[in-house]
């Protein structure tokens, strides 16, 4: 049988399986014995579920048929919380809060006035929910508050104010004999650039004002120091901060002295994007329940001594934590299976759901390999993932069903696919991604580059892209496609970028200032960095001040680094895929890029996908969208595709 090319296997992950065959675990948390999370469903239309597991282990919907998301910062999260049996959930789109306490089923704040709301913190003993309140009802940019709630009555007044003033708040966490503290930042700093961490008595008083806050101070923070993640033990209250350079964990005592807990020269939380993530939890007896990221991976693990034991050394990511007594739930990734939500105990670990149905045998998934190659600003460094397909070579976990021999010839080297990750503050894991094995299972070599800028790595890596935006990591990415074609691992002439979001700006700026790749995807990506400042919303309505210079006075530089206005130097083709919805990358972005690459001829592809906004929730949306990069590389590297 003659060797079939890479690119051209037949894989057993359809586009289609992607789209349907998971889901999206979020925010695992205790009340009691019982465990809630959230599944984001494609299938439905990208809906939020909220589950709850008994301590029985029956699982049912708390809400049925209700979307559990916030629109808070436009990417959301802590849309829920409960607490002795109330739960409190923000309902999309309308954004109001809705009470679920056995049969009550109740309205906590009316609909259409603009108001939305986020990190939830239910506390029925006090009568209370505390909540981040995003009001849009008035002109201009949005007014955010960090607002109390009464739980028995609909709040037409949309809360008392507890805090205020500032431009953004996160965290509210009350203490056992009430005291209050959160996070708060300002213009133009984003929370992992600078950032507060603050702290108040709670009084609770009658009328018309239920709450309020006194005797505040400032626990940690400031320029050039992000405070994060505050959360009581006792009469200390922990928080991270990055003032030596890494988030490490620190106490505060009563009497305002702050003691390090500890000292790994590790980050233990990421830049906070979204609400409702929980990086260290408390067990019942005190313990410190953590997720350091080492050498790029993080696991669940228990601060001993000045170390810390894993208790889960599988695990190759973990997104978030919580406990309750003797019992920890984490939400994890492994290397070679979808990821799950766990839950560890002194008798074992069991998986309390999973994201998907393992599609693969062993020998069918890629695992990441950590590489690292020199860029302008240092050592740089990626994942990397060879193609993988067993058939025709009596590798254990062979379907015969597929048929074929996929040995390809032996001075043939696979299309790499570069992967620019969003953010562009985040970071791409280790862990197992059906989208990534979509790829290799055909025969394409994947790199998922963690250019300078992203996180796990401390401040000084994160911060190198200060002012670079645009710059280093699109140096970082075109060097690690050099440096794997270099090293004769993949074929240097059949190179792809592709990315979302932030890395769709990454990936336009690779296409129009180099011509080192051959094709490229952009998914939602930022092609007028002028039009994403005058036309995004609050949460990055300054970002770019850091990634690239403040407005007007850096104009200039945007205008430079601004793909659209370089579309005479593209000379490879290009597919754009965009959201409708999108508000956070305008669509008009994406038709003004095509329409410049159609006027000059050019190969370009651009699919407006209705009904979604910034990032893909629909299963239809995800199975076209990928169908249609297949193809598009097919196209592009003249590769014959198999009949599905």
């Known amino acids: 049988m003659s060797p079939a090319p890479y690119g051209s296997w037949k894989s057993p992950i359809a586009a289609a399986d992607l789209a349907v065959a998971g889901v999206r675990l979020g925010e695992p948390r205790y009340d009691g014995d019982d465990l809630y999370w959230t599944e984001g469903r494609p299938a439905e239309q990208g809906r939020v579920a909220l589950l709850r597991e008994r301590a029985a282990g029956e699982v049912q919907e708390v809400a049925p048929g209700l979307n559990v998301r916030t629109r808070v910062h436009e990417y959301g999260g802590g849309a829920w919380d409960a607490r002795a049996g109330v739960v409190v959930v923000s309902v999309d789109p309308s954004g109001h809060l809705l009470l679920i306490a056995g049969e009550d089923r109740r309205p906590l704040t009316p609909e259409g006035r603009g108001w939305r709301f986020a990190d939830l913190r239910v506390h029925p003993e006090s009568n209370l929910v505390l909540?981040?309140?995003?009001?849009?009802?008035?002109?201009?940019?949005?007014?955010?508050?960090l607002v109390g709630l009464r739980l028995d009555g609909l709040n037409d007044d949309g809360g008392s104010v507890l805090a205020a003033g500032a431009d953004f708040y996160a965290c509210p966490e009350l203490s056992a004999d009430g005291r209050l503290a959160w996070m708060e930042w300002r213009h133009p700093d984003m929370p992992w650039e600078s950032c507060l961490v603050r702290s108040g008595r709670l009084q609770l008083v009658e009328a018309r004002r239920p709450v309020q806050v006194v005797e505040t101070r400032t626990v940690a923070g400031g320029r050039g120091e992000a405070a994060v993640h505050p959360?009581?033990?006792?009469?200390?209250?922990?928080?991270?901060?990055?003032?030596?350079?890494?988030?490490?964990?620190?106490?505060?005592?009563?009497?305002?002295?702050?003691?390090?807990?500890?000292?790994?020269g590790a980050d233990l939380v990421e830049p906070f994007w979204v609400f409702g993530r929980r990086p260290y939890a408390l067990t019942g007896d005190g313990r410190l329940v953590l997720r350091p990221r080492l050498g790029g991976?993080?696991?669940?693990?228990?601060q001993s001594g000045h170390g810390f034991s894993p208790l889960a050394p599988d695990v190759v990511d973990c997104d978030n934590l919580d406990a309750s007594g003797e019992r920890i739930a984490a939400l994890v990734q492994f290397a070679d299976?979808?990821?799950a939500i766990i839950e560890l105990t002194p008798q074992g670990r069991r998986v309390v759901q999973a994201s998907a149905r393992p599609q693969l045998g062993p020998a069918w998934v890629s695992r990441a390999e950590a590489v690292s190659w020199g860029g302008p600003a240092g050592e740089v460094l990626g994942w990397f993932y060879p193609p993988v397909n067993p058939i025709g070579r009596g590798a254990e976990g062979s379907t015969s069903s597929i048929g074929g021999s996929f040995e390809p010839a032996e001075e043939e080297r696979p299309p790499l696919i570069v992967i620019s990750h969003g953010g562009p503050t985040a970071f791409s894991t280790s862990g197992f991604s059906v989208a990534v094995q979509f790829w290799t299972t055909r025969g394409f070599a994947v790199l998922d580059v963690n250019y300078s800028g992203s996180t796990g790595y401390g401040r000084a890596y994160r911060e190198r892209l200060r002012g670079q935006w645009g710059v280093l990591d699109v140096a970082d990415c075109i060097a690690g496609a050099q440096a794997l074609a270099a090293g004769d691992r993949v074929d240097g002439t059949r190179l792809a970028i592709r990315g979302g979001s932030a890395g769709g700006y990454t990936t336009l700026r690779a296409l129009t200032t180099s011509a080192v790749f051959t094709a490229g995807c952009s998914r939602y990506g930022i092609a007028d960095l002028s039009a994403l400042a005058s036309d995004t919303h609050k949460f990055e309505a300054h970002y770019l001040d850091g990634l690239i210079g403040p407005l007007p006075e850096a104009a200039a530089l945007y205008a430079e680094r601004s793909p659209i206005n370089h579309f005479d130097r593209l000379n490879c083709p290009m597919l754009i895929l965009q959201g409708a919805d999108d508000a956070v990358v305008p669509p008009n972005q994406a038709q003004a890029m095509a329409d410049a690459a159609a006027a000059r001829g050019l190969d370009v592809e651009?699919?407006?996908?209705?009904?979604?906004?910034?990032?893909?929730?629909r299963a239809d949306t995800i199975q076209r969208a990928l169908e249609a990069e297949l193809a598009f590389y097919g196209r592009t590297f003249g590769i014959t595709l198999p009949v599905p």
Do not use: K
């Not at 651009?606 to 929730?617: A, D, K, N």
């Open 131 to 145: 909540a981040v309140r995003q009001d849009h009802s008035g002109p201009g940019e949005p007014v955010n508050t």
């Open 231 to 264: 959360l009581w033990r006792g009469e200390d209250l922990l928080f991270c901060s990055d003032r030596s350079g890494f988030w490490e964990l620190y106490g505060s005592a009563p009497d305002g002295s702050v003691t390090a807990l500890t000292g790994a």
């Open 297 to 302: 991976r993080s696991a669940p693990m228990v």
């Open 337 to 339: 299976a979808p990821d």
């Open 606 to 617: 651009l699919i407006v996908f209705e009904g979604e906004g910034h990032g893909f929730r």
